[in-house]
């Protein structure tokens, strides 16, 4: 396969080159082409367990469902930005940094970001995964590591696989409860974010949290 640039390659032309290892091109594009159909994208075949991965393809041994996960996380890192120590100065700041991460998942994960007293992170946690379209949250495991870590605030940031950042009468809900327990603790609850595809939707900006 001559190779013209890589941002050329089809993203089964992609796979194969990653997975080849002395098989026929022909065997290498046909097992690349069942992936992408199988799993939708990239992103689900990221998203696959490695040991799921060669279980369900024909071709697809153990080894080269590793390296082919090393390699598709080796591209996600590539393009997301690091967040250790990062200094959080708005709704926007944190949809950049979160985003990337968020938009490739295809269930509802909710998170905290846990900041301290100058607004620096200290960790990241999720909380729960969910199905489609839902995540089950209780204020207790949000606060659990923020208590532990000495967090000064957090924000709440889960994603919407619907691609639609519109909060449901759920998201609402369980804002609120968590906004109430956090001011009880003595936690401030400083925003919550959505990520619906590119966009997202901010608590804070929207006027629900002060």
Request: proline share 4%; glycine share 8%; aromatic share 4%.
């Amino acid at each position: 396969m001559a190779i013209s640039g890589e941002e050329s390659l089809a993203d089964k032309e992609l796979l194969s080159l990653i997975i080849r290892s002395g098989d026929e091109i022909k065997d290498v594009l046909t097992l690349s082409e069942q992936l992408l159909k199988r799993y939708g994208s990239l992103n689900g075949i990221l998203n696959c367990p490695a040991e799921q991965l060669a279980e369900e393809n024909k071709g697809m041994t153990p080894a080269k469902a590793a390296v082919l996960k090393a390699a598709l996380e080796a591209g996600k890192r590539a393009t997301t930005p690091r967040i250790s120590s990062v200094t959080v100065r708005g709704s926007a700041d944190m949809a950049r940094l979160i985003g990337p991460r968020m938009r490739i998942l295809d269930r509802e994960h909710f998170a905290a970001v846990l900041l301290n007293t100058k607004n620096k992170i200290i960790s990241i946690d999720t909380i729960s995964i969910g199905t489609l379209n839902s995540s089950l949250v209780h204020p207790r495991e949000v606060f659990k590591n923020a208590i532990k870590k000495n967090a000064f605030g957090i924000i709440l940031i889960h994603n919407h696989p619907s691609c639609d950042p519109a909060p449901s009468e759920s998201d609402l809900k369980v804002t609120e409860e968590i906004v109430n327990v956090g001011g009880m603790l003595g936690i401030r609850v400083i925003d919550h974010i959505i990520i619906g595809g590119e966009e997202y939707y901010s608590f804070k900006e929207m006027g629900y949290l002060f």
